[in-house]
């Protein structure tokens, strides 16, 4: 199992996109079987569910799904295999929160990029499609880093 926790400051607009938008493409893949894939805040707006215009701009794009805001712990950056972050700020809260351990884990999702980025907060900027489009090639990336990585041991899952 790969276990895979998404990052942003809320965890109700990029985390939860990219959590949902990389359920879907391993489904895709047919590989959906291999991963737990979850999100989380630095400062999460606990409890909330994925902000309205988030969801509006997934639906649009065929992406189901919702998630309830929550909280990262230390723990789950022990737990997880890769934590990726939507932005510079992001990886400095993880590592505050990680009090400085497992690095080599956390990840800014752009870096399987050939452009490595922050992905501005749509939150701020209003422009969730944009956002939508970063995150959508960060994990398409970072899934082709993973299959080339784990390309034996995959479980692919034969109904697909
Ligand atoms: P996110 O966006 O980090 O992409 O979930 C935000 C959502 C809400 C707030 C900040 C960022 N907020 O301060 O309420």
């Known amino acids: 199992m790969i276990n895979v926790c998404f990052v942003c400051l809320g965890n109700i607009c990029r985390s939860p996109m990219g959590e949902l938008i990389l359920k879907k493409m391993t489904k895709e893949r047919g590989i959906d079987l291999s991963f737990n894939i ?7 707006e606990e409890g909330c569910s994925v902000y309205r215009k988030a969801k509006q701009t997934l639906e649009k794009h065929g992406v189901e799904g919702d998630h309830v805001a929550r909280q990262l712990t230390r723990a789950d950056i022990i737990n997880n295999d890769y934590v990726l972050v939507m932005d510079s700020s992001n990886l400095l809260d993880v590592i505050r929160i990680s009090g400085g351990a497992f690095s080599d884990k956390v990840y800014k999702l752009t870096s399987f990029t050939n452009r490595p980025r922050d992905i501005s907060d ?3 900027t209003g422009n969730f499609d944009r956002a939508y489009e970063d995150i959508y090639d960060g994990c398409e990336r970072f899934l082709d880093f993973i299959t080339a990585e784990y390309s034996t041991s995959l479980d692919y899952d034969k109904r697909h």
């Open 38 to 44: 979850t999100s989380r805040g630095t400062e999460a």
């Open 122 to 124: 749509p939150w701020y």
